[in-house]
């Protein structure tokens, strides 16, 4: 079974853009959430989506935002970007609440 | 008070040595608890899942949990230097199932010295 997928992997951005990240959960996976991992503050988690429904969000500004399509493919945006957005972008996929969570290889963000 | 706290680390030990990493909780409610093993520049990989008290075994892995003392721990035995990494420990609040999300410690670097 193939797992967490995320396009694009690398991107370079400038400030005050906006970006939108992709992930395609593993299949039969209706969970999907997001997490920014930067070297001062760790594994953050952004939000989280179950059957096209944001079920859970943390402490980011509403400058990121996400959506979930009926497919279970989900996508993040951040709009009008900081130097402080540079990060890795993790999305997870899960069968469902308590399950395990399997992360995909992540989007690199630069923000310049 | 972190949610969940991990040492930083590096935690070094001799090949074929154990060696324990260890996790605190904040929550006492938490119900799903996880390991994760990072390599640098990857994206975190499911080492175990814990779920009630005890140990779990799983090839040279074993997690422990103890939801008294809030308290998780992972043994990695016979240690190669292919386990040098950070581990990860997450903790799923599950508030009645209303919340499906993970909450990570800040990682502990575990370093396998041939």
């Known amino acids: 079974k193939a797992g967490v997928t995320q396009t694009p992997r690398y991107l370079i951005k400038t400030r005050g853009q906006q970006v939108t990240l992709s992930c395609s959960p593993i299949?039969?996976?209706?969970?999907v959430s997001w997490y920014q991992q930067t070297p001062g503050q760790g594994l953050q988690f952004l939000f989280e989506?179950?059957?096209?429904?944001?079920?859970n969000k943390g402490n980011f500004p509403g400058r990121f935002s996400g959506r979930q399509f009926s497919n279970s493919r989900s996508e993040m945006n951040v709009s009008t970007l900081e130097l402080g957005d540079s990060a890795l972008y993790l999305c997870?996929?899960?069968?469902?609440?308590?399950?395990?969570?399997?992360f995909g290889p992540g989007t690199r963000l630069t923000v310049t | 008070q972190k949610e969940v706290e991990q040492n930083s680390g590096p935690l070094s030990v001799p090949e074929g040595a154990i060696a324990s990493l260890n996790c605190t909780y904040s929550?006492?409610?938490?119900?799903?608890f996880f390991w994760y093993r990072q390599y640098s520049g990857k994206s975190p990989e499911l080492i175990m899942s814990?779920?009630?008290?005890g140990d779990k075994e799983d090839g040279r892995f074993t997690a422990q949990l103890n939801k008294a003392s809030q308290y998780v721990s992972l043994l990695i035995r016979d240690s190669q230097p292919s386990d040098s990494a950070t581990y990860l420990c997450?903790?799923?609040?599950?508030?009645?199932?209303?919340?499906?999300?993970?909450?990570f410690g800040t990682g502990t670097l575990l370093a396998v010295q041939p």
């Open positions: 997870a996929s899960s069968m469902g609440t308590g399950n395990v969570w399997y």
């Open positions: 299949s039969g996976h209706r969970s």
């Open positions: 997450a903790v799923n609040p599950n508030y009645g199932g209303a919340t499906n999300k993970l909450i």
């Open positions: 814990i779920y009630s008290n």
């Open positions: 989506y179950f059957s096209e429904t944001q079920r």
């Open positions: 929550d006492r409610g938490s119900q799903s």
